[in-house]
Structure formats: structure tokens, C-alpha cells
């Protein structure tokens, strides 16, 4: 079992940063995709950002491209978004997703995922 804890999550205002930060642990592991969705009232979860612990490969989807920038630190098992030019329309809850299998950093949907965190949630007031 995996457990994926978030942090870094909170109130910033349009145009500011935040960084979320999402560390696994218990039965971590060699190589697995690692990322982020995030999901709106009343809408469907969005895969918005994944890695490869393998190559580094990764995805971001287009409303997020240029403003947000994953990272992974594999010896501490822990995957950073960096977000950046934050808009009222970034906010959301935002949910650490992990799978064993790297090849769905292509496919970042909620049906590929094996493991979630429990979300933080990221306001960003005009």
C-alpha cells in the first residue's frame, strides 16, 4: 500500500505562486508516474501535470503549460508543482496521484491511477 500525503496548498491572490508538494510512502516503488489533478465543484477530475521517476519524462496539460512546472525528488519520494501567474480559474482541490505504470505519464487520466492523496485545496482570489 501507498500512502501520498500533499502539502502547500492555500489562499494566494492572482498572479502569485504556491508550490504543492506530495511525498509517498509505505510500499513505494521502483519507477512510477507521479502527479497532479484537480478537480472543481461539480466537474470532473483533471490530470493537469505528471512525471516519470524513470527518465523525468513528463505531461502538462494546456492550461497549465508555462505556468506550472513539476519536479520529483526520488530519493526523498516526493513530486513538486511549482505554480506560477496563478488565476482565479486555478482554483480547485488539488489531488497526488501516483501509478506503477510510467507510460501513463502519455495518458494522465483518472482511470490509470492506482493511488490518490487526499487533496489540498488552492484558492486564488482576484
Known amino acids: 500500500e501507498v500512502q501520498l500525503v500533499e502539502s502547500g496548498g492555500g489562499l494566494v491572490h492572482a498572479g502569485g505562486s504556491l508550490r504543492l508538494s506530495c511525498t509517498a510512502s509505505g510500499s513505494t516503488f521502483a519507477d512510477y508516474a507521479i502527479g497532479w489533478f484537480r478537480q472543481l465543484p461539480g466537474k470532473e477530475r483533471e490530470g493537469i501535470s505528471c512525471?516519470?521517476?524513470?527518465?523525468?519524462?513528463?505531461y502538462d496539460a494546456d492550461s497549465v503549460k508555462g505556468r506550472f512546472t513539476i519536479s520529483i525528488n526520488k530519493a526523498k519520494n516526493t513530486v513538486y508543482l511549482q505554480m506560477d501567474s496563478l488565476k482565479p480559474e486555478d482554483t480547485a482541490v488539488y489531488y497526488c496521484?501516483?501509478?506503477?505504470?510510467?507510460?501513463?505519464?502519455?495518458?494522465?487520466?483518472?482511470?490509470?491511477?492506482?493511488?490518490w492523496g487526499k487533496g489540498t485545496l488552492v484558492t486564488v482570489s482576484s
Open positions: 496521484a501516483a501509478a506503477f505504470d510510467i507510460r501513463v505519464v502519455q495518458d494522465w487520466t483518472p482511470a490509470v491511477i492506482d493511488y
Open positions: 512525471i516519470s521517476s524513470s527518465d523525468g519524462t513528463s
